[in-house]
């Protein structure tokens, strides 16, 4: 409803108790007040329910306490409307667009339908403590003599109360439009509050916030920057002017030596700016932006912390802003901020929650895939070592026996990390246990499980190393087939050692990859060793990795001393935390190790002379 | 007000005003003249200069009580601002309304 100055032919205000019977005895009154003012019968019974209507509103919903305040109505009438302005001490409530009538047999709900229906104009200004009904009625089109509009000529006293009336009445115009707008800026914060939880994009809320804060402040343009990771101030968002354009360009807004916003962020003060900055800051982003125009930079503080810098300004130097409009700015700015403080550091916990709990279910999946058991074997030891590293890969081992009394022993390496890691090291061990159950070769395990991997693996762009080795203890034969892993050490107990290599594509890169395979013996008294890559590119504090030999010495030493399986593990181990002088490992080391036991006296052992 | 039993008829009547401040009075004083023998409720609006939502509220309220006593209540010769009222919130589809 828009306020026009108009030379009202009659105002007068009412004040009534706040109850029932008073409030219909307003209703009367107002009627003759109005009446005198040349309302028609017609217009009279009208205006009379509606008041009757909104009185009673005011009576029933008036809060305790508040009841000794009088019910006020207020008329202004002129030849072409009616206006009743009907204050009420309630908590107040929303003017709906449309009223519909209830129910037939409802005894309440059409006090409201009844105001709507018989006035042009409903609103409903909500302040603190009291609100106001603003009702406008249009008057009906009717003849009347000039004469008779103009009315009698006032006396000076009563031009002097007039002139006092008229100006009591404009204060509580102002007054009321702050309410009004007190209501609306309040209304808009807890809009885009709940929005907020919503709103996945902090630029996109903040632009749609700024654009309210630029209307409800008149301004003009906005640019808003945040303090990002690096303690710079980014460019989130900037106001989109008439042209339809970003004011500031996002590519190159931030270059500038000399800025107003780097200004107020330093000096966590306000730094205000008009047309004369020109000269001095001519590189400042802002200065373009503003030109002869006025505004200010606004650094955003909260808990001593910088989190941005908000800028608003008007295109029109003489046009400044005025405290009030700057206070709303600044409390808008600094709660836009804690806004965006809030959801970022909230994103931040759920993203290390859905970390920590990935981690977790994928050290649950590798610790469940490590055999509880190794095969125990006749005159040999086979042992294992797991060590995860800090983010859990997709490293594992397996050892179990085969028809025909051998031994198949696998290591895999599968290239990525967490849950989706684990989950391919589960498929493939279930795979490949399921498949050993028949009597197969190991180049036949591997070109069958990447058949089965493959279609998986491409899609998310992972891949698998692997090494089969099956071993038979009655012709000390080894069979080995890869894919894309490390060799496989043997050492015997004449000090002498070996590298194994069998090339292969790791699984998961061609889907008809064949693997091949071939047979080396056990030498006498011998280790085998199984590993993977996160053993020989242990680190350390130099960044040097350990590489083979060391372990390939300390393989073939253990061989030679004729030291049992879990002394040579140790030893191993001991090599590479030694390297690592506590380093944090990168990857997963794992190893599996098989060694011949030693029974008694060195000459008994080497069937192999026997 | 005057209420007056004619037979197995209640008339109300010499109501100037049926408003927020007396419809609850109007209601339980008609609710309490009720009887079983009661088969109409004839509420006379001829004087009534002023009806709003609290009146008509009361009305309701009585022509439920009249209906679940398998009664009927009519509304005699309204004035025609209460007639306008009446036919503004649709209410004269409701109660039967005998016209002078």
């Not at chain 2, 009146?55 to 309204?78: D, S, Y």
Request: charged share 25%.
């Amino acid at each position: 409803m828009n306020e026009v100055t108009k030379n009202w032919v009659r105002k007068f205000a009412l004040d009534y108790p706040c109850e029932l019977t008073s409030v219909r005895e307003a209703g009367r009154q107002s009627r003759e007040e109005l009446h005198a003012a040349g309302l028609a019968e017609q217009e009279l019974d009208h205006w009379e329910l509606v008041l009757a209507e909104a009185g009673n509103n005011a009576v029933y919903y008036a809060l305790e306490g508040q009841k000794h305040k009088p019910v006020r109505f207020e008329f202004y009438v002129d030849d072409q409307w009616v206006e009743a302005r009907i204050r009420d001490q309630g908590p107040g409530f929303e003017m709906p667009e449309e009223v519909e009538l209830p129910e037939p047999d409802s005894e309440h709900g059409r006090g409201l339908f009844l105001i709507k229906t018989l006035t042009d104009e409903a609103a409903y200004w909500r302040g603190k403590g009291e609100n106001w009904l603003v009702l406008r009625k249009r008057r009906p089109e009717r003849e009347t003599p000039a004469s008779e509009a103009s009315g009698p000529p006032a006396s000076a006293a009563d031009a002097a109360l007039t002139e006092q009336l008229a100006q009591s009445e404009s204060t509580l115009e102002l007054m009321t439009e702050e309410l009004a707008s007190a209501y609306e800026s309040l209304s808009t914060i807890f809009r885009y509050s709940a929005e907020l939880a919503e709103q996945p994009q902090p630029e996109e809320f903040a632009r749609k916030w700024l654009v309210e804060v630029c209307k409800i402040g008149a301004a003009d343009w906005f640019v808003l920057r945040l303090v990002n990771e690096n303690e710079a101030l980014k460019l989130v968002v900037s106001s989109v002017d008439l042209t339809g354009r970003e004011v500031l360009d996002m590519e190159n807004a931030g270059e500038a030596d000399v800025s107003l916003e780097i200004r107020a962020a330093s000096l966590r003060m306000d730094v205000w700016f008009d047309g004369t900055l020109q000269r001095v800051a001519a590189v400042d982003p802002l200065v373009s932006v503003t030109g002869q125009g006025t505004g200010f930079a606004h650094p955003i503080v909260i808990n001593d912390r910088l989190v941005g810098v908000l800028s608003v300004g008007r295109y029109l130097a003489d046009k400044p802003f005025q405290a009030g409009q700057v206070s709303i700015i600044q409390t808008f700015g600094d709660f836009l901020g804690i806004q965006i403080r809030n959801a970022h550091f909230q994103k931040q916990q759920v993203q290390t929650q859905l970390t920590a709990r990935d981690l977790k279910i994928a050290a649950d999946i590798q610790r469940s895939l490590l055999p509880k058991t190794l095969p125990v074997l006749p005159g040999y030891q086979l042992v294992g070592h797991y060590q995860s590293a800090r983010q859990v890969g997709g490293d594992f081992y397996d050892a179990f026996e085969t028809p025909g009394g051998k031994v198949l022993m696998a290591i895999a390496d599968v290239m990525g990390k967490g849950v989706s890691a684990a989950m391919f090291a589960a498929i493939f061990r279930s795979q490949l246990r399921a498949e050993a159950e028949r009597e197969r070769s190991p180049a036949a395990l591997l070109t069958m499980l990447n058949r089965a991997l493959f279609a998986d693996l491409d899609q998310v762009e992972m891949f698998i190393t692997a090494q089969l080795v099956l071993f038979n203890p009655q012709d000390r034969s080894i069979v080995i087939s890869a894919a894309g892993h490390p060799p496989m050490l043997l050492a015997g107990n004449d000090g002498r050692s070996q590298e194994v290599e069998q090339s292969g594509l790791p699984l998961g890169v061609l889907g008809d990859s064949v693997y091949t395979e071939r047979t080396v013996l056990l030498p006498a008294g011998g280790n085998l060793l199984l590993f993977t890559d996160g053993l020989t590119e242990a680190r350390d504090p130099e960044g040097q990795l350990l590489w083979l030999s060391p372990l390939e010495k300390c393989l073939s030493q253990g061989a030679k001393a004729g030291r049992g399986a879990e002394e040579t593990k140790a030893a191993l181990i001991a090599i590479v935390e030694a390297h690592e002088q506590g380093i944090p490992a990168g990857d997963d080391q794992t190893f599996l190790l098989l060694a011949e036991r030693r029974t008694g006296a060195k000459n008994l052992n080497p069937p192999k002379q026997a | 007000m005057k209420i007056q039993h004619q037979g197995t008829t209640l008339l109300v009547g010499g109501l100037t005003e049926l408003n927020a401040a007396n419809a609850l009075g109007f209601r339980d004083a008609v609710r309490g003249a009720l009887t079983p023998q009661t088969t109409h409720l004839d509420v006379d609006l001829s004087e009534t200069k002023f009806l709003d939502s609290s009146g008509l509220g009361a009305l309701i309220a009585l022509h439920k009580t009249v209906v679940a006593n398998h009664a009927v209540l009519r509304i005699l010769h309204p004035t025609p601002t209460a007639q306008q009222i009446l036919e503004l919130t649709r209410l004269h589809r409701v109660f039967e309304i005998v016209k002078t």
